[in-house]
């Protein structure tokens, strides 16, 4: 059994910054890539940043330059750095990687339950 657990999502003002986690645990075998999602309400779902297993990034147009994210492979952890943030920005965060499960050849995605980030003044 896979998980992804999301955290450090919260109320924020206008130009301040939070850092999501995203931990994966369980039977584990490998992970490839991980990226984080966002859904605003009465929006789809967007890609938000993603990283792959050598270390390669992409990002949205909207969050080049103030968004950054990086994993820890040894401890299974993804990060979302987000500074400068933006009333836009206020979303429903997702979690998301495609692991190999430990003792299975096939790879699958998972998504976490997501972190709320809302940013107010």
């Known amino acids: 059994q896979v998980q992804l657990v999301e955290s450090g999502g919260g109320l924020v003002q206008p130009g301040g910054s939070l850092r999501l986690s995203c931990a994966a645990s369980?039977?584990?075998?490998?992970?490839?890539?991980m990226a984080w999602h966002r859904q605003a309400p009465g929006k789809q779902r967007e890609l938000v940043a993603a990283i792959t297993s050598g270390d390669n990034t992409n990002y949205a147009d909207s969050v080049k330059g103030r968004f950054t994210i990086a994993r820890d492979n040894a401890k299974n952890l993804v990060y979302l750095q987000m500074d400068s943030l933006k009333p836009e920005d206020t979303a429903l965060y997702y979690c998301?990687?495609?692991?190999?499960?430990?003792?299975?050849?096939?790879?699958?995605?998972?998504w976490g339950q997501g972190t709320q980030v809302t940013v107010s003044s």
């Open positions: 369980g039977s584990i075998g490998r992970i490839n890539a």
């Open positions: 998301n990687a495609m692991i190999r499960p430990r003792y299975i050849a096939t790879t699958y995605e998972y």
